[in-house]
């Protein structure tokens, strides 16, 4: 049974709320989160602009940043695209690799 994606609305928002990456910019600032789509059976979609694409803290966050959303009450997926970056699908792998 899958929870209604309100659930997962909302412990997303709970996560993501006051969350900062690495370099102190809220993980919500309008230059890093380019995107939110959780669909009927809670698979979270985001799309992420890094502040630093050549920092590795950045892509471990990243790494951490999905494991956490999976993890969440409603959310029964992650699924974490790198955008506006060199190499935007090497990270997104690397990201999402179990």
């Known amino acids: 049974m ?3 994606p309100s659930v ?3 412990s997303l928002a709970r996560l993501l709320r006051g969350r900062k990456e690495p370099h ?3 993980i919500t600032d309008s230059s890093i989160l380019k995107g939110v789509e959780v669909n009927e059976i809670g ?3 985001l799309w992420i602009k890094p502040s630093n694409p050549h920092c590795p803290c950045c892509l471990d966050d990243l790494c951490r940043l ?3 959303v999976s993890r969440q009450k409603g ?3 992650c699924h974490i695209e790198v955008v506006g970056i060199p190499q935007s699908d ?3 792998a690397a990201v999402n690799e179990r």
Do not use: L, N
Request: no cysteine; glycine share 4%; net charge neutral.
């Open 66 to 68: 999905r494991d956490q």
């Open 24 to 26: 102190g910019k809220a």
């Open 43 to 45: 698979i979270v979609e």
């Open 75 to 77: 959310i029964s997926d």
């Open 90 to 92: 090497r990270w997104t």
């Open 2 to 4: 899958v929870s209604s």
């Open 8 to 10: 997962a609305h909302m």
